[in-house]
């Protein structure tokens, strides 16, 4: 694989290719959202740094040095990852796997390259890999990968060359779903994309589940029927389309449903004939509501005002059954 086979990350692949056409420097930070693939492209540098005649795309894949990375035996490249069930990586292994190995000189390749977590680095990890920052061997090259640079000391930020990974286009997920998953129907690897919001992790999550479509359903047949449902049924049947209370941490996932569903709906108030919607099995369904409603731009605004105060609710921890049932309500009006 190269960087050109790595779907989106346009600029970060650009600058890391053209730092391989010359001295690349000593240390590079990726940062970005868990998912959106900052190790997978961190790995790719680390195959073109390790490689013996490396072009902007990459590594070549066909030198000794290549095959030891594919094969995962290369014996100048480790990886400080943090272990599963671990809040963070311990300082012991910050010296023993990294510290005590940067001083040996490098066995096959030019340089020796680190793949490094800081993520699971506390202040006590960062610290201890400092001074190697500040002054690192020649023959070494840290790739770091971060979530939130924040968590991050500013004496570390200082040392490393900062590389900003942003969440890929829809199509890009898109394209990457079908790619892994040949079979996977497009509808639902649409769905999966555009609730990802660009995070590639986070969408090949959700694939390997059947949740997020069975809510999409749900959540469609709700917002469609709103108007024709009473109070009691919006206080009883509507409610119970929703996570209850012990599962309650994904009613986040089903307001951005809604807010989804909603976004449909006001795309249909400007073009009727709008192509490529989420819904496009209830396209008929949602411009019978509009029609038959008088839905305006005005109302969906509203409507996502309202969706807006439920998460400030549930984020407040407000009563978790009355804010649902607010919501409801208020909704129901607004259309």
């Known amino acids: 694989m190269a960087f050109s086979e790595l779907t989106g990350q346009l600029e970060a692949k650009e600058r890391l290719g053209s730092s391989l056409l010359g001295e690349p420097g000593h240390a590079f930070l990726l940062i970005g959202p868990a998912g959106i693939g900052k190790k997978t492209l961190a790995r ?15 590594g070549c894949g066909t030198c000794p040095n290549c095959i030891y990375m594919r094969e995962h035996t290369h014996p100048d490249y480790r990886e400080l990852l943090l272990s599963k ?15 005590a190995d940067v001083g040996i000189m490098s066995q096959i390749a030019d340089r020796k390259v680190y793949l490094i977590d800081a993520d699971g680095l506390a202040e006590e ?27 991050l000391l500013p004496t570390v930020l200082s040392r490393t060359v900062s590389l900003r990974m942003v969440p890929n286009t829809e199509d890009e997920v898109f394209a990457i779903l079908k790619k892994k998953n040949p079979d996977i129907l497009d509808e639902e690897a649409r769905l999966y994309a555009r609730f990802s919001g660009g995070i590639v992790g986070y969408a090949l999550d959700l694939m390997e589940t059947t949740w997020l479509v069975d809510a999409w359903e749900d959540m469609m047949d709700l917002v469609l029927d709103l108007p024709n449902k009473s109070r009691m049924e919006l206080l009883t ?38 192509p490529n919607l989420q819904g496009e099995s209830k396209k008929d369904k949602m411009l019978t509501m509009i029609s038959d409603h008088g839905l305006t731009i005005e109302k969906i605004d509203r409507c996502s005002r309202h969706l807006g105060e439920a998460m400030k609710a549930y984020r407040a921890n407000g009563n978790y059954e009355i ?6 309500l208020a909704l129901k009006r607004s259309i």
């Open 44 to 58: 790719e540098f680390a195959k073109g740094l390790i490689c013996s005649a490396p072009t902007k795309d990459g």
């Open 237 to 274: 049947h509507a409610y119970e389309s929703f996570p209850q209370e012990k599962e309650k941490e994904h009613f986040p996932e089903y307001l951005t449903l809604m807010s989804m569903i909603f976004g449909e709906l006001a795309t249909l108030i400007c073009d009727p004939k709008a």
């Open 85 to 99: 069930g671990e809040k963070n990586i311990k300082v012991a292994e910050v010296r023993s796997k990294i510290l």
């Open 125 to 151: 990890g960062q610290n201890a890999l400092l001074k190697t920052l500040e002054e690192p061997p020649k023959h070494v090259v840290f790739l770091l990968t971060v979530s939130d640079d924040s968590k």
């Open 323 to 328: 804010l649902i049932c607010r919501m409801l």
